[in-house]
């Protein structure tokens, strides 16, 4: 067991990935802890740091074809972590920008088989990050379009066999993605 008397951060642990170098990465209500499997790391959000991780409330955790680890947090939106530097760099939501994230409570980074990085928000609906322009295309509920996403919170993704996208909302069902 590893908990708080062995140094684990106290609080729930929301997700759990393993690094492609072996690195176990925990996702807690009190930050982002990597473990080696002797001794944790801690981030926590630093108030007068831009680079440090943005909320402490992660979770949810990815590690993207280029060994990014992208950290979702419940309040401050999405991070992408530099292992190099140690360093994060923080997506969050800009009412005057359209191409930021849609909103700050993340609740699944989720890669596809085309390598592309979904976030599911609640209350921001579902976004694609474009890694090349460092935006984000927005698919939200909209009562005039019976072929948008029925809910803006957005609870869990899926791709299945066929590569199709499915998601599923907290109050509004479950969606089939199917690209324009």
């Not at 309040?75 to 191409?99: A, C, V, W």
Request: charged share 20%.
């Amino acid at each position: 067991r590893i908990a708080k008397d062995q140094g684990l951060i106290p609080g729930n642990v929301n997700e759990i990935l393993q690094d492609s170098i072996g690195f176990i990465w925990m996702a807690t209500e009190n930050g982002l802890c990597r473990y080696d499997g002797y001794n944790f790391i801690y981030y926590k959000h630093e108030v007068n740091n831009a680079n440090s991780l943005s909320y402490n409330h992660v979770f949810s955790l990815l590690e993207d074809k280029n060994g990014v680890i992208w950290v979702g947090t419940l309040g401050g939106g999405l991070n992408k972590f530099n292992s190099k530097t140690g360093k994060f760099i923080r997506y969050m939501h800009d009412p005057n920008n359209p191409k930021s994230i849609s909103s700050d409570i993340v609740f699944k980074v989720y890669g596809d088989s085309k390598k592309r990085i979904w976030i599911s928000t609640l209350g921001g609906g579902l976004n694609l990050f474009d890694p090349v322009k460092e935006t984000f295309t927005h698919y939200t509920h909209s009562k005039k379009d019976t072929n948008s996403i029925s809910s803006n919170m957005v609870s869990a993704l899926y791709e299945d066999k066929a590569k199709n996208l499915w998601v599923g909302t907290f109050d509004g069902g479950m969606n089939l993605f199917i690209e324009a």
